[in-house]
């Protein structure tokens, strides 16, 4: 089989498409033959060495992809040769075949295609838990939602629109923000840390935001903490601006805020069955076209490079998708 290796730490251009055998499922495993990889902006910090996941060299990129099931292990149930299925790893899917134990699998319904299937599990998953499990938002509440068109971003403006909330999505152009419009934001915002606060004030006749989903960090978390109404919930998603921001405990105090952590790796270990109920309903969503699940491009594998680089110049819009 052809992988996708990283064998030095670094950028994409380290990166190597080498010849591998094919690997035989143990028992408890499946043999996936590997359709759609997906790429998250982690994979350009793990073959860095900057993510707090660390492979032994060498490794393949990619925690999600969509493929069939070729074989099945000794004493493995629950699944059956022929069947599609998501594949959720912590790396390893940019590849033509991948070994995985069955509980890293979800069954794909026929209505969602490979594409919409590949890049759901991290960023939907991400959101939904962020949301629903986390700030257990209410129908009619306000979301402002930084980073909007990323690749978390833009799905939690899908489901907090799925959810009932009002979606406010901060980008950093209209370009960006017009996606999503079209994903369900009712209100757009071309944000400044300058004028975040009172902008997202004004969106809210004053009364402030019941829950700010931030996966961007930086000098855009103090001002639109500071937007929260009473009792309002900020979800701490991600630093994709860079700096992590210090927030000054006062202004929790003053509103009743509540600082959520949003760390979906370790909910997926700790919680298997709350992850795989929100596994299974996120592919029923797509499946009733509720959730697009809207997918920036898919490249050859041999294209990794101009994937990566997608992700790493910030200008994804939706999911960037690897063909093996």
């Known amino acids: 089989m052809k992988a996708l290796l990283c064998t030095t730490l670094g950028g994409a251009a380290d990166l190597s498409i080498e010849s ?6 143990c028992p408890g495993e ?17 073959i860095a060495g900057r993510y707090q996941v660390k492979p032994e060299l060498p490794f393949s ?14 004493d493995t149930e629950g699944f059956s040769v022929g069947q599609r299925v998501v594949v959720h790893v912590k790396y390893g899917t940019c590849r033509e075949c991948i070994a995985v134990a069955t509980r890293h699998l979800t069954p794909v319904p ?14 939907y998953g991400t959101s939904l838990h962020a949301l629903r499990d986390r700030a257990r938002i209410q129908p009619g509440e306000t979301l402002a939602v930084l980073g909007a068109s990323g690749g978390v971003g833009l799905a939690a ?52 935001v019941d829950v700010v989903y931030d996966a961007v960090g930086d000098a855009y978390a103090e001002p639109a903490l500071r937007a929260l109404a009473w009792k309002g919930r900020y979800l701490v998603v991600g630093f994709a601006a860079g700096e992590i921001p210090k927030i000054p405990l006062n202004l929790v105090l003053l509103k009743g805020i509540d600082v959520q952590g949003v760390h979906w790796g370790v909910f997926v270990e700790r919680e298997p069955e709350a992850h795989a109920a929100n596994q299974r309903l996120l592919l029923d969503w797509v499946a009733q076209g509720r959730l697009t ?32």
């Not at 591998?20 to 499922?25: C, I, Q």
């Not at 033959?33 to 982690?42: D, E, H, K, T």
């Not at 699940?293 to 990566?308: I, R, S, T």
């Open 20 to 25: 591998l055998p094919d690997p035989r499922p």
């Open 30 to 46: 499946a043999l996936v033959r590997i359709r759609v990889a997906a790429l998250n902006f982690f994979d350009t910090l793990i």
């Open 61 to 74: 990129p990619g925690g999600e992809a969509c493929g069939v099931i070729e074989a099945l292990g000794p």
């Open 110 to 123: 026929d209505a969602v295609s490979d594409e919409q299937a590949a890049g759901l599990t991290i960023t």
């Open 157 to 208: 403006v899908e489901l907090g629109a799925v959810l009932g909330a009002r979606v406010i999505a901060c980008a950093s152009s209209e370009d960006k923000l017009a996606i999503a419009r079209a994903h369900g934001a009712a209100e757009t915002l071309v944000y400044d840390p300058a004028t975040l606060k009172d902008d997202l004030k004004a969106l809210t006749g004053g009364n402030g």
């Open 293 to 324: 699940a809207k997918v920036h491009g898919v490249y050859p594998l041999e294209d990794y490079e101009a994937a990566l680089g997608i992700l790493t110049r910030r200008e994804a819009v939706g999911k960037v998708l690897l063909r093996p």
